[in-house]
């Protein structure tokens, strides 16, 4: 267990002593308190809209105008550029041209290449090295693996910069890997690449982003005279945003602050959520055990959002064990309630945020005051796609919109050249997607002959490859892309255009190479294309698709349009908005099923963190939605309330469901935490007895009693695979929640086929129906 850190603050007799300076004016007590500690090591505990910034601008001036040290002699680091930008400016309003003499106010990444330039032959580079891009590391990195005799389908070089990238972040040079660590690369030979590539990048006097801060760190520890000087110069130290520091960041600063050991961090440790790129939530935790004497002085009053809403975000982060403790109060009065609302399925939960926008709307509320938060990418497609067919603008932050990814490109270009042969863009963005070693020099031969014979790039593929024009090797690889792209243009006469994309992404090995790359982020690029897949399931042939698409993509509006935003929480953080949609509320997508199965209770935590970023970026109004099924793979799959909504206070939240119980009956269960399963089938049971029996059959279909781990719940395969109904004939007519009224015409199994009176034909499962009453 860390410790606790004992409250620290501010009183008026603690600052009576202090000169009068209008620096102060406008900073609550501990605000003041934070700019004030000028002299040992503070830890500020910012929560959420506690005008953490204000105190952290206030203090750099502070030490500024009482001359307490030069600006050369501050040493300010912050995560981006944006943040290093902010803070000059305002320093600069507060202090003058002194901000113009700060040279280490700036990113980890530019302070850093800032002082290997003066050091660089330390570690074997000339001053004027180069820094590679993402795409100059990968190039090299694949030169090396095939240099080696490696198979670089099995071993990508992703995969290798991922895990290189992984253990510069922890401080690990070649020699301090681990037998665990070397192995996570071609088995056992990690090691090995990593060395490689370092003796590569000093041969072509380069390093990457993350030799600028480990070469520092090294040159620290083996130079003494260099620590030395460097402890002497900066007088203060002062952090932003500390708990998203990595181990690498961590070594590096806590050797420049031994020195004056006056060393001021601000962030907060409910909020550390970044894990998967290298931070560590421990850093910020052990703060005093790194600094004794520490002062910590907590941050609480919150300038932005409701009480109820700040009661709820305390509420939830209540359960985390691993964390210093903090309250957010606000002076603010009024306000709703957090609002939890349940609906039945995905397609619901757009419909019903969509009709709310709409109502704020036409209250006045501006759409750019309005957002939609999502844990995975994949889950913006429900959104735009509805969002498109009402009308209503929206904009995507912090990625892509979801039809403009490049893997979902990757798969339309597929389908659009199965669709249409002559689509010679589709041919080329995809003849060597994934890589099937067809170079330029194939294209080009193509492209001549196409243009000679004046037909499309596919069958200028098919003839050129019956010939002697091109090397062997590449011939046979040609001739077996267009023998596969025939085999799917004649799958897509008689299958699904959902089961035609998953063939093709399967048999094209399109999924096999995002899968070998093993990196968080080919994992949401597979996520996107099953979500893509479940998007083709409600059309009837691959051309409906297509066409809804290019309308979907042609909905590009001007920029100055009044527009809703749609983000992940993670791009959300640090940003806020008076109307907050939370969405997917559910076990499996929030918390991430992912993070679950990989980081235990270490990423529960996380999770749970995020979902407290997440409730605190809501100013005025915050509605957490979660669904009761969600189609997973093509199989509907009931989805239970996530723990996270159980964590709520009762008294700042107001339930609204379609299902009876609401978030109380969950309540109860998540408390059982050896156990947390024990209640489903009965909650379940229950809420589907109000449906009627049919609702109640595919309850007890879909749980067994016995207690499961929460994988095996939340993915269950059998979930409405039913025997069929035998109350329901043909020609009965039925009742859907979603297509209304209709008549049956056609059974196969637990499928049904109905002419619905207002959706027209549908092919839906039984369970999801009822008789309708007479008359």
Request: charged share 25%; glycine share 8%.
């Amino acid at each position: 267990m860390f410790p606790s850190c004992s409250r620290v603050s501010a009183s008026p007799e603690s600052l009576s002593g202090a000169a009068p300076d209008p620096l102060l004016d406008g900073l609550n007590p501990p605000q003041r308190e934070a700019v004030l500690a000028t002299e040992g090591p503070v830890l500020m505990l910012a929560g959420a809209g506690t005008g953490k910034t204000a105190a952290l601008t206030a203090r750099l001036a502070h030490l500024i105008r009482t001359r307490r040290a030069w600006p050369s002699e501050i040493l300010c680091v912050t995560f981006t550029n944006r943040a290093a930008r902010e803070m000059k400016e305002r320093v600069g309003h507060l202090v003058g041209p002194a901000v113009e003499g700060m040279p280490w106010l700036g990113t980890f990444h530019s302070i850093a290449a800032k002082l290997l330039r003066r050091h660089a032959e330390l570690v074997g580079l000339q001053s004027n090295y180069t820094i590679i891009d993402t795409d100059d590391q990968l190039r090299l990195l694949k030169q090396l693996i095939q240099a080696e005799g490696l198979d670089d389908k099995r071993w990508p070089a992703r995969q290798l910069a991922g895990c290189i990238d992984r253990w510069k972040n922890k401080g690990l040079g070649p020699a301090e890997l681990d037998a665990g660590e070397n192995e996570s690369y071609a088995n056992g030979q990690g090691q090995k690449f990593y060395r490689l590539y370092q003796d590569r990048l000093k041969a072509l006097n380069a390093c990457d982003f993350g030799d600028l801060l480990l070469h520092m760190l090294n040159i620290l520890r083996g130079h003494r005279d260099v620590l030395e000087q460097y402890q002497r110069r900066f007088k203060y130290v002062m952090v932003d945003e500390y708990q998203d520091t990595n181990q690498v960041q961590y070594l590096w600063l806590r050797l420049l602050a031994q020195g004056h050991k006056n060393i001021c961090v601000v962030g907060d440790d409910d909020q550390s959520i970044y894990s998967w790129r290298g931070a560590e939530v421990a850093n910020i935790l052990r703060f005093e055990q790194d600094f004794p004497g520490a002062k910590v002085i907590r941050l609480e009053q919150n300038y932005r959002s409701t009480p109820d809403i700040l009661a709820a975000a305390s509420g939830l982060i209540d359960a985390n064990s691993q964390r210093l403790g903090k309250t957010l109060w606000t002076e603010r009065n009024g306000g709703d309630k957090v609002r939890v609302i349940g609906v039945w399925d995905a397609p619901e939960e757009a419909r019903r945020v969509g009709e709310e926008i709409e109502r704020l709307e036409r209250e006045g509320a501006l759409l750019s005051q309005v957002a939609i938060l999502v844990r995975a990418q994949y889950q913006t497609r429900e959104f735009e796609d509805r969002f498109i067919a009402i009308g209503l603008s929206y904009k995507i932050i912090g990625g892509f919109r979801f039809y403009e990814r490049a893997e979902i490109r990757d798969a339309l270009a597929y389908l659009r050249l199965i669709a249409q042969p002559s689509d010679d863009l589709a041919f080329e963005r995809i003849y060597n997607t994934p890589k099937r070693g067809l170079g330029d020099k194939t294209l080009e031969k193509l492209h001549r002959h196409a243009r000679a014979r004046g037909v499309p790039l596919s069958l200028a593929a098919v003839e050129i490859a019956d010939s002697d024009e091109l090397p062997a090797r590449a011939r046979g690889t040609l001739l077996n892309f267009m023998r596969s792209v025939a085999h799917w243009r004649d799958l897509a006469k008689t299958s699904s255009p959902a089961e035609l994309v998953r063939v093709l992404l399967d048999e094209s090995g399109y999924t096999a190479a995002l899968q070998a790359e093993k990196t968080a982020e080919s994992a949401g690029r597979l996520e996107n294309l099953s979500e893509l897949a479940r998007a083709m399931e409600e059309y009837e042939t691959l051309g409906d698709f297509l066409e809804h698409v290019s309308l979907v993509m042609d909905n590009d509006k001007a920029d100055d349009v009044d527009k809703v935003t749609i983000m992940t929480i993670h791009a959300a953080k640090g940003l806020e908005f008076d109307n907050l949609f939370l969405v997917g509320w559910e076990e499996g997508v929030f918390p991430s099923q992912r993070a679950l199965d990989e980081g235990g209770l270490a990423s529960l935590e996380e999770e749970r963190r995020l979902a407290y970023v997440a409730i605190t970026r809501a100013r005025r109004r915050c509605t957490i939605l979660h669904a009761s099924n969600r189609r997973i793979y093509g199989q509907w799959t009931s989805s239970i309330p996530s723990r996270f909504i159980a964590d709520l206070p009762e008294a700042h939240i107001e339930q609204e469901s379609t299902l009876s119980g609401g978030a109380s009956l969950w309540r109860a269960q998540w408390s059982e935490r050896d156990d947390p399963f024990a209640h489903v089938a009965r909650d379940h049971a229950d809420r589907a007895a109000s449906r009627g029996p049919g609702w109640q059959r595919a309850a007890a279909q879909s749980y067994d009693p016995a207690p499961r781990r929460l994988p095996e719940a939340t993915r269950s395969a059998a979930s409405f695979a039913a025997k069929p109904r035998g109350d329901i004939a043909l020609g009965a007519r039925v009742f859907h929640d979603k297509f209304g009224y209709g008549t049956v015409t056609a059974q196969e199994g637990n499928k049904l086929e109905i002419d619905f009176e207002s959706a027209g034909a549908k092919r839906v499962i039984d369970s999801f129906v009822k008789l309708a009453e007479a008359g």
